[in-house]
């Protein structure tokens, strides 16, 4: 698999339950051929992609299960007010 970037988002809550979203990239911005995947924790599980294979997905998941704990913990450690003032 190619150079992949992830994204983590501050922690939010959706229907009575906190879920920190993760967005995947894949590909140059410039060329507008830019692969991505949504995923979501605690569930981590992919919710939409586009470029990647099923195999690559699941790649995806599993990595977002393996660190989970990491990946929660820098989602907690944002704070959306101050990045947007400083934005």
């Keep these: ?6 994204l983590v ?3 939010v809550e959706k229907e009575g339950r906190k879920i920190v979203r993760v967005s995947f990239l894949r590909g140059m911005e410039e060329e507008r051929s830019m692969d991505y995947a949504e995923g979501i924790l605690p569930d981590g599980i992919i919710v939409k992609s586009e470029g990647f294979s099923e195999t690559e997905v699941q790649k995806l998941e ?3 299960r393996a660190n989970r ?3 929660l913990k820098q989602a ?3 704070n959306p007010l101050r990045n ?3 934005g």
């Design 76 to 78: 907690k450690e944002i």
């Design 84 to 86: 947007w003032m400083n």
């Design 69 to 71: 704990k990491d990946i």
């Design 1 to 6: 698999m190619d150079e992949v970037k992830m």
């Design 62 to 64: 599993a990595y977002m």
């Design 9 to 11: 988002f501050c922690v």
